[in-house]
């Protein structure tokens, strides 16, 4: 039996974020509604809820690094443009 086989969904996405209020904000326009809010530790964590669809976005003060990080392994790789 292959692993795809056995994967019938998605539980739910990580986001993480610099500021939550915004991405709140920018997912409740699109439809989204909070389905819980808490904390860990000094991390603020909300779900957001659209159907069956459920993001966990959590503030991350790092975002702007991690994005540099991996823009820089994307630019490590091949061009993947060419294949399509």
């Given at each position: 039996m292959?692993?795809?086989e056995n994967f019938?969904?998605?539980?739910?996405?990580g986001i993480p974020t610099n500021d939550m209020?915004?991405?709140v904000e920018f997912y409740?326009?699109?439809?989204?509604?909070?389905a819980h809010e808490t904390k860990d530790g000094d991390v603020?964590?909300?779900f957001l809820?659209?159907?069956d669809l459920v993001l966990e976005t959590y503030e991350n003060k790092?975002?702007?690094?991690?994005l540099l990080i991996l823009k820089k392994?994307?630019?490590?790789l091949p061009d993947y443009r060419s294949k399509f």
């Open positions: 292959e692993w795809a019938i969904g998605l539980q739910h996405i209020d915004k991405t409740k326009k699109i439809g989204f509604e909070v603020r964590v909300v809820k659209l159907k790092e975002l702007h690094l991690m392994h994307i630019n490590l």
